[in-house]
């Protein structure tokens, strides 16, 4: 699966994934408790900001796990870039999803059609904007379905609730499937970004 | 009219344009309906989900005449890109579209010298980031005229109307002509994305 | 400070760059004040538009500065681009953060935390997508500075004043700085734009 290549995440490459993941995810989720979109309804572990904490868990090592699978996919493929553009890159695709993540936030109130048609735009314009190979589609796929199974699992559990004025199936929002997508490319994305050059480089004569 | 280039819109292409058209319209129109955005005031046609059958027929033509117009303007011009290039371009710029029309649905009750601001500036945002050529200001004015046009002529014989708590003038909507440009722009590009290779390959000896 | 590379702004560079940051402002300031995101509590001087006769002669005077401090850190590493190409960048650029602005106008009412990290994090994007160099970080946060503080300053002798309905910090809206951010970025890269291609060409021979 593409160790022939020579390219991976280090130790501290998966580390940085789940620092950014566990860290935007605490953002986006304090949006989503302060707007009143999302809220406990139990709380066995401590509360990290307004978060759970099995939370930053969740998100931080669902980032690192679609970073190490999308280096896995295609990483080889990566065209090399300077440090300085590739923190741009990261910054950009970072804020992109935070800043949809934050929007979701403020959709109460506000006809859920259209809330529901503008996120999922949205989350299609920054998939294909940051998207360059088959694996985002896998990761977005598999973010999506985890990370909504997950929402749907521990929404039946009464472990947290959604609004009941946002539109919503199985108990989640229907634009989570949306802002999954997103998350699951730029995932795989700062991934890509991170994977450490090759270990040995190949003989030059 | 750069009948020279070899390059055109295929049947097959064009009628792409049109689906690409209709179902964009449908979405962005069962926005603006459920949102109260606009009304129909009469129903002579059947519905398609929550618009007139008239409405997706003329997003779907218009989609096609721009793509049409904007691959005989400078067609030629267009850099060759893989099909996976193609299609991620294709979907950010509808994408864009639709969620700036999903936008316009959300914008009842804000205040509106604001609303109308944001929209221009993301139309221009859109134009700005998807135009290659003078061809696509060509597009953008056609569609603002026609399309605004249109609207002004079926809102002044009563067949739908606009909310009275949105910005307007002569009974549309006043970020409708932003709206118009950024889909101007996109439908052109779209056509050239669809433009057909050349039918004869130039002779190889 | 670089003037070896024999460009720079011209008069004619500097007064476009005053232009369009005062236009932008007044543009920005009238979707504030129309909003009632601001409010002038002092009026010693006549109003253009929905502003005070200070306000667009700040933020042009700022523009040109930026841009004129843009060129001197690293102009010459600009690439070259022809004039179609500069003016599309330059609209993109120039509807980013007036869309923006205006969008700040629109979160009155809004959870003030997601509408505060959604201000950031577009900020964020519209920086990652348009820096190009060191120079920018210190145009983003001259912007800031100065102009954050000189909004404070402003606000605390009650010249004018921000909603009490919005997150404020020191006086003025939290998301402030970001709106700033942004635009010192984009007034920079629009000195880049517009400097002056070499006065004397180097010797051929």
């Given at each position: 699966m593409g160790s022939g290549t020579g390219r991976g995440l280090s130790a501290a490459g998966l580390a940085s994934l789940f620092a950014i993941g566990a860290v935007g995810g605490l953002i986006g989720d304090m949006c989503h408790v302060e707007s009143g979109t999302t809220v406990y309804l139990e709380d066995p572990l401590p509360y990290v900001w307004k978060s759970q904490l099995w939370f930053p868990f969740m998100v931080g090592a669902g980032t690192a796990a679609l970073g190490w699978i999308r280096v896995r996919i295609d990483g080889g493929e990566e065209r090399r870039a300077g440090d300085a553009d590739r923190l741009r890159r990261a910054a950009l695709m970072i804020a992109a999803v935070v800043g949809l993540y934050a929007l979701t936030a403020l959709?109460?109130?506000?006809p859920q059609p259209a809330a529901i048609v503008l996120v999922y735009a949205l989350a299609l314009v920054i998939a294909a904007a940051f998207a360059t190979g088959p694996g985002d589609l896998v990761c977005a796929c598999l973010a999506a379905l985890f990370g909504v199974g997950t929402e749907i699992v521990l929404a039946a559990a009464d472990t947290f609730a959604y609004a009941s004025d946002i539109g919503r199936f199985a108990g989640v929002a229907t634009w989570l499937p949306g802002l999954y997508l997103a998350y699951g490319v730029v995932a795989g994305q700062l991934g890509l970004l991170l994977a450490a050059e090759p270990r040995e480089a190949p003989p030059s004569g």
């Open positions: 959709m109460r109130g506000e």
